[in-house]
């Protein structure tokens, strides 16, 4: 949610494959993809966002939080990034989806608009389950 230099922008992309890979994921067994490249990620998302009221995204921790070390100006980007994180999780109809405590919000309102979603327009996506991580 905030500007990347370019150069550092590609760099922090081949970086974080490269640890992906060193972790052992075997690109042979899974896919490996650039999400920025997938458009339907961007197209969900506004879907989506127009189903989200704003006085719910106001109030997730992450938003109070961020926007406090912004001097209270927090971007539109800032704010609806948990919309785009609804669309990834449910973009792939993911049933179970692995967060941490400080994303579990997060993962609610991905809960919650898939179920709007559905009510709205008939079955189409699964309600994901959060798996908690042990740290």
């Known amino acids: 949610t905030m500007p990347k230099e370019p150069a550092v922008l590609r760099q922090n992309i081949l970086d974080t494959t490269a640890a ?3 972790c052992g994921i075997d690109p042979k067994k899974c896919f490996l993809f650039r ?8 197209e969900l998302a506004w879907v989506l966002g127009c189903l989200t009221n704003v006085p719910r995204l106001l109030r997730l921790p992450q938003w109070k939080m961020k926007r406090a070390t912004q001097n209270n100006e927090g971007t539109v980007g800032l704010l609806t990034y948990p919309v785009l994180q609804a669309a990834d999780i449910l973009l792939y109809k993911s049933t179970h989806v692995p967060v941490g405590e400080d ?3 997060h993962l609610e309102l991905a809960q919650d608009i898939a179920q709007l979603f559905n009510k ?4 189409f996506f699964p309600v994901p389950k959060a798996i908690l991580s042990e740290l």
Do not use: I
């Not at 999400?35 to 961007?42: I, K, R």
């Not at 709205?120 to 079955?123: H, W």
């Open 103 to 105: 994303q579990v919000l």
């Open 35 to 42: 999400q920025s490249l997938v458009p339907e990620h961007a």
């Open 120 to 123: 709205k327009y008939g079955e």
């Open 20 to 22: 992906v890979l060193a």
